[in-house]
């Protein structure tokens, strides 16, 4: 036995949140405002938690540039907290948008990738109209 603390991370392959950081609800609000973004220090954790990977595809995802999705959705009143909180590609947070998460992991089941591209086209479609909307635009 050493008597060093075990790394969390090495010592059986997983990373394991330490029991102070799950759900801390302070970190879910600010002046009884929800936090819509997770930040850093929560990305990592999740990042590390999940493997790296897409929850819903597998596919693999930087630190920098995973997305941190709401499993259930934050205009729905999910909580930007780390047991609401996956590891996912852009494409597959996209696609799921709004949908409860059981609903979109069955229709990803059954549909498969190609149907996750084009559900996330039409929301990025929906996303770019909203944007020129607000600028004016159209
Ligand atoms: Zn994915």
Redesign the pocket.
């Known amino acids: 036995m050493s008597d060093q603390p075990e790394d969390p991370c090495n010592s059986d392959g997983y990373f394991h949140l330490p029991e102070s950081l799950k759900d801390n609800p302070v970190l879910a609000s600010l002046d009884g405002k929800r936090i819509r973004f997770a930040g850093k220090a929560m990305r990592k954790c999740v990042y590390e938690r999940d493997g790296g990977k897409?929850h819903?595809?597998g596919?693999v995802v930087t630190l920098e540039r995973f997305q941190a999705d709401h499993k259930v959705p934050f205009s729905k009143g999910g909580l930007t907290i780390l047991s609401n909180l996956l590891c996912?590609?852009r494409?597959?947070n996209l696609a799921k948008g709004n949908v409860s998460y059981e609903q979109f992991v069955s229709e990803l089941a059954e549909k498969g990738l190609e149907w996750r591209n084009d559900i996330a086209q039409k929301q990025a479609n929906w996303f770019a109209d909203q944007r020129r909307l607000a600028l004016g635009q159209i």
């Open positions: 897409c819903y595809c596919a996912s590609c494409l597959c």
